[in-house]
């Protein structure tokens, strides 16, 4: 599935859209049981969101994580650590955690 950027815009909405999932606990397949620790925009390519998610790994602030980033393209991911290894940071992206968990939701 070939993904495209969201706006900031598009990315703040679905940010709030999805606000509900923070503090959750989810599996997919055979992975660990995750929690939720923010639903956050985060800059659209791999490297961006690897980056962002280091640092909001040491500073616990998405915004704080985000202000380096000066692109214009955006995604959102949920930030996860498993459930009983806050330290073990991961994430993945809405659109794929949707899919993955029949969510259904018009992504712009």
Not at 73 to 88: F, G, K
């Amino acid at each position: 599935m070939e993904l495209t950027p969201f706006t900031l815009e598009d990315a703040a909405e679905i940010c709030e859209d999805f606000e509900d999932l923070i503090d959750t606990e989810f599996k997919l397949g055979s992975s660990p049981m995750l929690l939720v620790a923010q639903v956050s925009i985060a800059p659209f390519s791999e490297e961006g969101k690897n980056d962002f998610v280091e640092s909001y790994h040491q500073s616990h602030n998405s915004e704080n994580a985000l202000s380096t980033y000066s692109g214009t393209e955006y995604d959102v991911i949920l930030i996860t650590s498993e459930a009983d290894n806050e330290s073990n940071y991961s994430y993945i992206d809405i659109r794929t955690f949707a899919s993955l968990k029949g969510i259904k939701y018009a992504f712009p």
